[in-house]
């Protein structure tokens, strides 16, 4: 398994940016389909944001769609998710994860992950 930390989280106030950042180690990045999910206490795991393993093709949940990007630099063994016009509703645990194969929403689909990240969004 690909291991996997992430960084970037912190206090923000609504409107302002984050860029969250994972990065890899033990495996090659580029054999990995890339996922950023989020949890909020007492609930699952929601889907954020994914990138294929080249970065041809990106998925992204609807309520962060024209906010959030996500990107990946091979050569750096690195994920990013650049979170841009941040709300309070936005406020939870992010975590990187990997996953081999073709895109998947779902967190049963992927393999490792990261320990989480902490985003804060204050109104």
């Known amino acids: 398994q690909v291991h996997l930390v992430e960084s970037g989280g912190g206090l923000v106030q609504a409107g302002g940016s984050l860029r969250l950042s994972c990065v890899a180690s033990?495996?090659?990045?580029?054999?990995?389909?890339m996922g950023w999910f989020r949890q909020a206490p007492g609930k699952e795991r929601e889907f954020v944001a994914g990138?294929?393993?080249?970065?041809?093709?990106?998925r992204y949940l609807d309520s962060v769609k024209g906010r959030f990007t996500i990107s990946r630099d091979n050569a750096k063994n690195t994920v990013s998710l650049q979170m841009n016009s941040l709300r309070p509703e936005d406020t939870v645990v992010y975590y990187c994860?990997?996953?081999?194969?073709?895109?998947?929403?779902?967190?049963?689909?992927?393999?490792?992950w990261g320990q989480g990240t902490q985003v804060t969004v204050s109104s």
């Open positions: 994860a990997a996953r081999i194969g073709l895109l998947s929403t779902m967190e049963s689909g992927y393999g490792s």
């Open positions: 033990g495996r090659t990045l580029s054999n990995y389909f």
């Open positions: 990138i294929s393993q080249y970065g041809s093709t990106t």
